[in-house]
């Protein structure tokens, strides 16, 4: 079964970092555009960082700008979401996500629905 799993999340002090792990199984992530999403509670999920690294489009949401950034190791079939300068409102459920032949943009504003998503992992900045 194919699916990407999320690991990494937890409680952070303001400013600190993390870092959030996602995993694929059964499809090579590198041939998929991928990108990382967040949900705060009684809000819309928003796309944060997504890049289509074939088609060499990146999406970067203006809250996150500086402060977060995407990776991914391919021999081990992985993506990251590196986070700093976190503060109280980065509090969310984080998301993973990949798409095949999806434009960067049309993945994180929810144009294009991801074709596997992550189960979400929970991040809260809080001292």
């Known amino acids: 079964q194919s699916q990407v799993v999320e690991s990494g999340g937890g409680l952070v002090q303001p400013g600190g970092s993390l870092r959030l792990s996602c995993t694929a199984s059964?499809?090579?992530?590198?041939?998929?555009?991928i990108g990382w999403f967040r949900q705060a509670p009684g809000k819309e999920r928003e796309g944060l960082l997504c890049?289509?690294?074939?088609?060499?489009?990146?999406y970067s949401a203006d809250s996150v700008k500086g402060r977060f950034t995407i990776s991914r190791d391919n021999a081990k079939n992985t993506q990251y979401l590196q986070m700093n300068s976190l503060q109280p409102e980065d509090t969310a459920v984080y998301y993973c996500?990949?798409?095949?032949?999806?434009?960067?943009?049309?993945?994180?504003?929810?144009?294009?629905?991801?074709?596997?998503w992550g189960q979400g992992t929970q991040v809260t900045v809080s001292s």
């Open positions: 059964g499809f090579t992530l590198d041939d998929y555009t």
């Open positions: 890049i289509n690294r074939i088609a060499g489009n990146r």
């Open positions: 996500a990949a798409a095949q032949y999806a434009a960067a943009q049309a993945m994180c504003r929810l144009k294009r629905e991801p074709d596997y």
